[in-house]
């Protein structure tokens, strides 16, 4: 487990140059520089991005507040060997009016608010959230009523229904009916939005979530899960993640570094709790684009707004002959 950070340095005066931007651990694909010239020729056009909802499970600890993170297997084609939270898809079905979700905190119309999008939409993103929590941390926020949380979720007939969450087999809103128990919204708080820049082949716009994990549950182990997502996961204090990643030892999204940033000022898990109502949800979206590198070429200029630690400057090589006429030809589009 990484060391916790020694106490940053003071501040340097105001007239030394800046530091380099941190890369560290950041998830950086290599064919980005070419997807990035491309969209600029106009030679791919941007994929819809795919709703998607992710949780930052919290406990408190004698050193502070924890999160749960899950180590992506490097055979994934969407970062791969990267350390995230759980989360994932939007079911369509999570859309539908027809579904009749036992719904605790926050009613629809608040959450349509706050998320900034219809409420069928608010519905099946906070759905999305819970239900991707149980099936890949193996936690459930819900309840047989209002003011009750599940306490165990590991016997055989949980697993069961976790599997056939995944395999899409049971919709959500089935299962909770089935099982009798309310949907506890009330546990989550809003904390981030993000959407994978325009040139990535996968697009998510994702929103973050925060939510500490209930009395009496566990996260499920996953080293031994040949069919999921995941080879590993670890409760890390968020000083302890951030140090590990500007090491190089943690590859992580900037939403993930970023989002374990933002948590490092609070003591407890209440206060980033608390904290969730007041966040910004205006959506973070990478701009790239070509300049001109003083030695003529070019290089890529990737930024998120509001994250200058990200930005990347990438020395773009010559084209090789025909890529033009390849990508014409349908082989940067697929």
């Known amino acids: 487990m990484p060391s916790t950070p020694s106490s940053p340095s003071p501040s340097s005066p105001s007239s030394s ?16 520089p070419e997807r990035i010239r491309a969209l600029a020729a106009g030679r791919i056009v941007p994929v819809p991005p795919r709703r998607a909802a992710t949780v930052l499970l919290l406990r408190d600890t004698a050193g502070g507040p924890a999160v749960h993170l899950l180590r992506r297997r490097t055979s994934m ?3 791969g060997g990267a350390y995230a939270y759980p989360g994932g898809v939007v079911d369509p079905r999570d859309e539908s009016d027809r579904l009749a979700v036992a719904w605790a905190g926050p009613a629809r119309a608040e959450w349509a608010r706050r998320l900034g ?3 069928t939409v608010a519905q099946a993103v906070v759905c999305a959230a819970v239900r991707e929590t149980f099936e890949e941390a193996g936690v459930l926020l819900a309840g047989p009523d209002a003011d009750t949380v599940v306490a165990d979720t590991t016997g055989a007939d949980w697993e ?3 599997v056939a969450l995944i395999a899409r087999e049971l919709s959500f809103a089935d299962f909770l009916v ?5 949907l506890r919204g009330d546990l989550l708080g809003a ?13 998510y716009d994702t929103w973050f ?3 500490a994990l209930p009395a009496g549950q566990r996260t499920r182990d996953v080293s031994g899960d040949t069919s999921g997502e995941a080879d590993r996961a670890v409760w890390l204090r968020p000083a302890e993640a951030a140090a590990g990643y500007d090491r190089g030892e943690l590859l992580m999204m900037p939403p993930t570094i970023a989002t374990l940033r933002q948590l490092l000022p609070y003591a407890e898990v209440a206060g980033a709790l608390a904290a969730a109502r007041e966040r910004d949800l205006a959506p973070v979206l990478a701009r790239a684009y070509l300049e001109d590198d ?14 200058e630690e990200f930005t990347r400057h990438v020395p773009v090589p010559a084209e090789p002959p025909g890529a033009r006429d390849e990508a014409a030809n349908g082989g940067e589009a697929r």
């Open 17 to 32: 140059p800046a530091p380099p931007p941190r890369t560290g651990g950041q998830w950086y694909p290599p064919e980005w």
């Open 191 to 203: 904390w981030a939005r993000w959407i994978t820049p325009e040139f990535e082949a996968r697009r």
């Open 117 to 119: 999008v219809p409420e």
């Open 294 to 307: 003083g030695a003529g070429g070019e290089r890529v200029v990737l930024r998120w707004p509001g994250h």
């Open 160 to 162: 069961a229904d976790r």
């Open 209 to 211: 979530f925060v939510a």
């Open 77 to 79: 084609a969407f970062a």
């Open 178 to 182: 089935r099982r009798g128990l309310v």
